[in-house]
C-alpha cells in the first residue's frame, strides 16, 4: 500500500471510477454515497444521483447522514414521492445503476441486510431491507463496496435480504424484466465480479500492494481469482484530493448540530 | 371537514388502544411530539406502521406502547441499530412485540394502493428473495396479459394516520413541501389522521401542484411548533444530527432509556396547545 | 440525455410510419405544433393513444394518419362530436381507423402502469359497464387478500409520447405546471418522448415538489412557442374557446376540413426552428 | 310554470339544491357543473368541486367550456395529476357525490354516453365514457341531470356506458365497495328517484305546473310515480340572480376569445 492514499481511500476512489457520466445512480447511504459524489465531483460531472427519499438529480455539498437529508433536497432537481420514487423511478426502469453496502455478501453476491443467524432466534437484528430488494431487480445493474472480512464476506448469506444469483447462481436465468444484478464488488482489498458462467463472485483486480493470500484470508470461501488477474490502477492526485475535502466538509457540517 | 385540535385531544379521541397507526415522515416532517403524547397517554397495544421505525417507534417501542411493527427498514440512519426496538424483538423488553417485514417499495406501494382504495398492491418485487418466506402477507400473482409473475401485498388501512407537515390554513389545508415522503398516501389511507403543523396561517401561498392534504379529508390539525425534532421541518430548522448519535448510548441502557423518558417525555409534558 | 432538436427532426427520427403514439395534455398543454408537423410528414398507420382525442386527433384521423385510437371520451369539450373521428368511425373516410376505448380511470391507470414498467393496472373498475363486452383488453382479477374482484387493463407502453409543457432549460429537464394530466407518465412510459417547450431558459426556477421531467429521461426537447394553440399553456396564453367552437363547422364538411388543413397545416409549413 | 323563471332554470336550481354544504362533489362539465357552481354560490359555500382534470377544490368566476379551463386550476386548492384524481380521490372513496349528465338514461338509471345504435355500426357515435364509469360506482352517491325527453329517457339503454342498478336492478347487490349510485334525477319537468326495491326510476316529485300526463309523454317507458309525489320547490329570486349573473359572466367570457 502507498503511502500516498490508506485502503479505504483506494476502495471509495475504485468505487467512484466503476461510475460513467451520464449515467443515473440510485444510491444507498454511507460507502456508495462517498463513492458516487465523488464520482460527481470528479469524472462524472452529470452522474444523475438518487436517494429513495425522492430526491432526483441531487448535488449535495456534504455527504448525508440520512437517506433524507435536508441538503439532498435543497439540490435536487426535484423531489417526488417515495411511492413515486419506487413505481416511476426504480420499477419504471430509469435507472442505469444502483450502489449499494451490505452487511453480508455471499458467494453468489447475495446480501444479507437482515439478521445473522436464525429469523426466529436472531444472533442479531440487521436493519432490514430498506429499498434494496427492488433496486437490484429493477436497476440495469448494481455496484456493491464494503469492506473486506471473514465476517462479511460469507460462504452462504443467513438470510438473502437482496438477491445477487441466488443459492446456486440461476436465480436471474428466465426472469422477465430483471436487471443485469451485481456487476462489481469493490472492497478495500480487491474488485470482485461474477463468472459470466457460473456467477460466482471471483477476484479480477487486486488493489496495489494486496496479495492473493489477503484475500483469501479475508474471504469466507475458496475465493477464485480470474486468469487475467490485473491491478487496480491507483487514486490520482485530484482525486484524493476531492475525497479528502469532501469528508472534512461532511464531518465539520454534520457535528455543527 | 379537519378540527382543530390539542394535540393532547387529537390523540386521546383517535389513537385508541389496539389500534393500527401509521406515524409517516421519511427521515424529514417526523411526528415526534405526537409520539411522544402518545406515550405519555400511555397507548397499550398498537400496531405501529412505518417504512423506517426510526428513533420515535423506538421510543414508543421501548415505552411499551407497541405490540407488533409493519416496518421496512429498522435503524438509526447512518448510526447504528435502534436498540429499543432490537430489545424487545430479541430479549422481550419490556414485552414481546412481533415484527412484520417488507421492502422499501412494498411498503410505499402498500401506502399508494391504501390511497387508491385498493384491497392490495402489485410490484415487480421481492424476487429472489427471502423475506416472502417470513412475512406471509406477501403473495404473487399472475399478469393476465403476458403471464409474469408479480408481488402482491395487502393495502394499508390503518386505522389513523398521523403526520408532520409545515402549515395549515383556517380551513385546516395543510402544505407538506420538499421530502414528502409517504405523508399524503398515509392520510388518504387511513380511517382517521391527525396532522401536526409548525404553523396556522391565512393563507397557504402555494404553487398550483404543490402537495397540499384538502382539510376535508383530514380528521384533526394540530398546532404543534417543532414538532418534527429532533428530525427536521424543511424551511423552519435542521435535523439534529446530534441527537441521532446520542440516541445510541441513551437507548442501548434500559436504565439511561427510562430515565430518558421519565425526563424528556413525561416530566415535560404536554408543551403545546392543552385544552384539557 | 435529450437533445435539441427542430420539430422536423424530431418528429422525422422518432414517429415512424406505424408506430404507437401517445400525445398526451388533458385539455391544456395539447401539443398541436407536433401533430401538424405529423400531418405535414404525412405518417401513416399510426396507433393513436390519447384519453381525450381533441382536435388534434380530429385533425390527424382527418389526415389520414391513424389506422387505430385507443381514447376514453372522443369530443369536442363544450361543443359536440368529434366529426372527423366519427366519419373515420362511421362512414370510413378517409379510410376505416379501428377504435378501443376505455374509460378515463382505466386510462388514467395505464398510463401510470407504464409509467411504472408494470405490464398491466387493476383498478375497481368497469363494474356493471359494457365497455368489457367490446373492448377485450379489459380483463378480470381476483385479490389474493380479499377475493374482491378488480379490473386489470394492460399497462400503455408508447414507441413514442410527444408532451407540451412551459419551459425547458439548457440540461433538457422540463417543467409542466398547472393542469398537468397524463404528461409525465406518457413520457416515462414510452420508449422514446419528444417534448416541446414555450421557451428555453437557464434556469426551470422551481419549487421542490414541481413536477418537473428531467432531461436523461426525454429523448427529444424543441423549442416550440404557441406549440399547444388552440389549447392553452398555462402562464403563457389562453384556450382559444373561438377556435373549438369553430372547428365544428369546419370538421364537419370533408372539403372545409381539406381546405382548412391546406391552409393551416400543409401550406403554413412549419413555424418553428426547422435546421433540416 | 310561472314567469318568474324557466324549465332550464327550474332544472338548475333543483339540481343546485340537491348538494349539502361540505359535500364534495365531482363535476361533470355542462349542466352538473352549473348546477353544482350555484350550489356553491348560493347556500353551500363549502361544497368541495372536483373535476376530474386533477383541479380539487375548485371555486371558477364562471364555467367551464371544457373540463381542464385554465380557469379551474388557477380557482383551486391544488391541482393533482390525472392518474392520482382517479386512484386517490376517486377510487380513494374520497368524494361524496358525482354529478353527471348523460344522453341516455334508461328505466334502471344506466347512463349511456357511448353510442346510439349497435357498437360495431353505431347510428350515432357518442363522445364515450369519459369519468363516468368509474364516478357511478366509486363515489357515495350520483345525482343526474338532464333535459326530459322520450330520445333521452328509455326503456333500456342502448349501451350501458355507465352503470345505474343495471339490466334488471340488481347489478349492485352484493358487490363490495360500491356506491349507492344514482339517487336523483333532475331534469326540467320532475324529480326522479330509484325504487327502494326494485331500482327502477319513479317520480318522486313534479316541477310546478308540470303534468303526470307531460312526464309519461316525456318518458320512453311506463313511467310510474311515487304514493306521496310531492311539488318541487320554486327557485327563489336569490337563485335566480346569481344564476342568471353566473350564465352571463360565462357567456361573456368564452366568447371573448
New interface residues.
Given amino acids: 500500500m502507498s503511502e500516498r492514499y490508506d485502503s479505504s481511500e483506494m476502495m471509495t476512489v475504485t468505487a467512484a471510477r466503476a461510475l460513467h457520466n451520464g449515467q443515473s445512480c440510485f444510491v444507498g447511504i454511507g460507502l456508495p454515497s462517498e463513492a458516487a459524489n465523488l464520482a460527481r465531483l470528479t469524472h462524472a460531472p452529470d452522474v444523475v444521483l438518487i436517494y429513495e427519499s425522492g430526491t432526483l438529480q441531487t448535488k449535495p455539498e456534504v455527504l448525508p447522514l440520512s437517506i433524507g437529508d435536508g441538503e439532498l433536497c435543497e439540490t435536487a432537481l426535484t423531489t417526488v414521492s417515495v411511492p413515486e420514487m419506487f413505481r416511476y423511478w426504480v420499477q419504471g426502469g430509469q435507472i442505469d445503476v444502483g450502489f449499494l453496502g451490505a452487511a453480508q455478501v455471499d458467494k453468489y453476491a447475495n446480501l444479507n441486510t437482515t439478521l445473522i443467524g436464525d429469523y426466529t432466534q436472531p444472533k442479531v437484528r440487521l436493519p432490514g431491507g430498506g429499498g434494496a430488494p427492488e433496486m437490484a431487480t429493477c436497476t440495469g445493474e448494481i455496484f456493491i463496496t464494503l469492506k473486506h472480512s471473514k465476517r462479511t464476506f460469507v460462504d452462504a448469506a443467513d438470510f438473502i435480504t437482496t438477491v445477487g444469483f441466488g443459492r446456486d447462481g440461476t436465480a436471474r436465468d428466465n426472469v422477465p424484466n430483471i436487471g443485469r444484478g451485481p456487476t462489481r464488488i469493490i472492497t478495500d482489498l480487491c474488485v470482485m465480479q461474477p463468472d459470466t458462467q457460473t456467477k460466482e463472485l471471483t477476484v479480477t483486480s487486486l488493489h496495489p500492494g494486496v496479495t492473493r493470500a489477503q484475500v483469501e484470508e479475508a474471504t469466507g470461501w475458496a475465493i477464485r481469482f480470474a486468469a487475467d488477474l490485473g491491478e487496480t490502477p491507483e487514486p490520482d492526485d485530484h482525486e484524493l484530493e476531492v475525497l479528502r475535502d469532501l469528508k472534512a466538509r461532511t464531518e465539520k457540517h454534520h457535528s455543527e448540530a | 371537514?379537519a378540527e382543530f385540535l390539542s394535540l393532547h385531544d387529537a390523540v386521546a379521541r383517535y389513537v385508541t388502544d389496539g389500534a393500527t397507526v401509521a406515524m409517516e415522515g421519511?427521515?424529514?416532517l417526523i411526528p415526534f411530539a405526537a409520539g411522544h403524547e402518545v406515550i405519555r397517554q400511555k397507548k397499550r397495544d398498537l400496531t405501529l406502521i412505518r417504512?423506517?421505525p426510526d428513533l420515535i417507534y423506538d421510543q414508543m417501542i421501548g415505552a411499551g406502547c407497541a405490540s407488533k411493527l409493519i416496518?421496512?427498514?429498522?435503524?438509526n440512519?447512518?448510526?447504528g441499530?435502534?436498540h429499543r426496538?432490537?430489545d424487545a424483538?430479541?430479549k422481550g423488553w419490556p414485552h414481546q412485540i412481533e415484527i412484520l417485514?417488507?421492502?422499501?417499495?412494498?411498503m410505499?406501494?402498500a401506502?399508494?394502493a391504501g390511497?387508491?382504495?385498493?384491497?392490495?398492491a402489485?410490484?415487480?418485487?421481492?424476487?429472489?428473495?427471502?423475506?416472502p418466506k417470513?412475512n406471509d402477507?406477501i403473495?404473487f400473482?399472475e399478469?393476465?396479459?403476458?403471464g409474469?409473475r408479480?408481488a402482491?401485498v395487502?393495502a394499508i388501512r390503518p386505522d389513523v394516520s398521523i403526520v408532520h407537515a409545515q402549515k395549515a390554513d383556517r380551513n385546516g389545508?395543510v402544505l407538506v413541501?420538499?421530502?414528502?415522503?409517504?405523508q399524503?398516501?398515509a392520510v388518504?389511507a387511513a380511517t382517521h389522521s391527525i396532522v401536526t403543523v409548525e404553523e396556522i396561517v391565512d393563507e397557504l401561498d402555494?404553487?398550483?401542484?404543490?402537495?397540499?392534504i384538502?382539510g376535508?379529508?383530514i380528521s384533526a390539525v394540530v398546532e404543534a411548533p417543532a414538532g418534527a425534532k429532533p428530525s427536521?421541518t424543511?424551511g423552519y430548522y435542521?435535523?439534529?444530527?446530534?441527537f441521532?448519535k446520542d440516541w445510541d448510548a441513551i437507548a442501548r441502557d434500559r436504565e439511561a432509556f427510562t430515565a430518558w423518558l421519565d425526563e424528556h417525555v413525561f416530566a415535560a409534558g404536554q408543551d403545546n396547545g392543552d385544552t384539557a
Fill in positions: 371537514m421519511f427521515t424529514h417504512m423506517t416496518f421496512s427498514w429498522g435503524g440512519p447512518g448510526v441499530s435502534l426496538l432490537r424483538v430479541e417485514e417488507h421492502s422499501h417499495a412494498a410505499a406501494n401506502f399508494e390511497a387508491s382504495g385498493l384491497p392490495l402489485v410490484l415487480r418485487g421481492y424476487i429472489g428473495s427471502d423475506l417470513v402477507q403473495k400473482i399478469c393476465p396479459f403476458t409474469e408479480l402482491a395487502p389545508n413541501k420538499g421530502i414528502i415522503g409517504v399524503k398516501e388518504l402555494v404553487h398550483a401542484n404543490a402537495c397540499v384538502p376535508w379529508v427536521y424543511h435542521s435535523r439534529s444530527n446530534k441521532y
